[in-house]
């Protein structure tokens, strides 16, 4: 699905390599996270991918192919609604920009039934909470119809209790829609209950996979087994102490 092959990029002004020959690889259907600290370049990994960024050496491919503007579904970490078009509007703007996506209204209105805004998709971006205009924004980019789904810490600036809902709402998304989603959080609680696998990404440039071998479908049950909170505290002690 997802490969990168030596992958390096620095911002011209100061030559300073962000990434630095920078291999992964996802598979079809899979859910991966993408942690690390605070500047190891986790969302410039996303923006070389979407192609918003060009890497200065390696390859990035999808499907074989190099990758370019266009080819994945990306959610920011803001929803950026358009705040003048109705929520219905716009998860419906994919359709609008590309011709090789077509979504018709009832599709849409069938999704966010789906979702639980169908009763607000004709108001406006600021009339709904948080965790609503993250559901509306997932669907926008689930309505590029692209099979990787590029998602920048989609929920860290909900509250506790939203942000379970939502990991929640996004793993049965998720499965409906046979989706390979790369997922980036500060949140490593988060990144152990969604994930399939776990890319550790470190100050030094260096990418540490760990498997989550925990069963599925995830409950949030499971947050309180000694398997999730031992993986859990693993995670934190390797980004603490840089173990690679």
């Not at 192609?51 to 579904?73: A, F, H, R, W, Y």
């Not at 789904?149 to 942000?163: I, M, R, S, V, Y």
Request: proline letters at 4%; charged letters at 25%; one cysteine or more.
């Amino acid at each position: 699905m997802l490969e990168l092959k030596n992958v390096s990029f620095s911002f011209q002004h100061n030559g300073d390599n962000i990434i630095s020959n920078l291999d992964m690889k996802l598979e079809h259907g899979e859910f991966v996270s993408l942690v690390g600290k605070s500047g190891s370049g986790k969302s410039t990994i996303l923006k070389l991918i979407t192609g918003l960024l060009k890497q200065d050496t390696g390859e990035i491919l999808i499907n074989g192919k190099p990758v370019s503007l266009g080819d994945v579904g990306y959610m920011p970490q803001r929803d950026l609604l358009l705040p003048w078009r109705t929520i219905l509007e716009n998860i419906m703007l994919p359709s609008e920009l590309r011709k090789d996506v077509h979504i018709s209204a009832e599709e849409a209105e069938s999704w966010l039934d789906k979702v639980g805004l169908l009763d607000y998709k004709d108001a406006l971006p600021k009339q709904l909470s948080g965790g609503m205009r993250q559901r509306a924004s997932f669907l926008r980019a689930l309505f590029t119809g692209k099979d990787l789904l590029l998602l920048d810490e989609p929920f860290g600036a909900l509250d506790a209790l939203t942000k379970k809902e939502m990991q929640q709402w996004l793993l049965s998304i998720w499965k409906e829609s046979n989706k390979t989603i790369l997922f980036i959080t500060h949140d490593l609680e988060e990144a152990c209950f969604l994930s399939d696998r776990i890319l550790l990404l470190h100050p030094k440039k260096k990418i540490e996979e760990m498997n989550v071998s925990l069963p599925r479908p995830r409950v949030p049950d499971m947050l309180h087994k000694k398997e999730m909170v031992t993986l859990r505290q693993n995670l934190e002690k390797k980004i603490a102490y840089e173990t690679i």
